[in-house]
């Protein structure tokens, strides 16, 4: 198998999990094992894995999402800054076209 399990394909795995007394004459307690331990976790810990997955790729877009609207008032209109002390005197005025205005006005 080399393409991905769909959650359908897992339900069908599921199900096929719950009767696998019904597939085989072998019962001993490694058959037990596998059809009533085994196969179940190993479902279990594929959702869980896909949850997290989801939720990092939701937190991810969340991210971005904020990046690029601090990104959008970030001031283009002043000199760029030797040294990370630097504080812009009480007096400075951003320009028309900067983003800081245009947040300012929202």
Not at 55 to 73: I, K, Y
Request: proline fraction near 5%; include cysteine; charged fraction near 35%.
């Amino acid at each position: 198998m080399t393409d991905r399990l769909t959650p359908d394909q897992e339900a069908e795995i599921d199900a096929r999990a719950a009767h696998l007394y019904e597939y085989s004459t072998r019962h001993d307690s490694e058959w037990d094992t596998l059809a009533g331990e085994d196969v179940p976790a190993l479902l279990a810990e594929l959702a869980a894995v896909r949850a997290e997955r989801d939720q990092a790729q939701a937190e991810t877009a969340e991210f971005a999402s904020r990046v690029n609207e601090l990104e959008s008032r970030v001031c283009e209109c002043e000199p760029a800054r030797e040294h990370r002390d630097f504080k812009r005197p009480a007096f400075y005025q951003h320009e028309a076209h900067c983003p800081v205005n245009q947040e300012a006005v929202r």
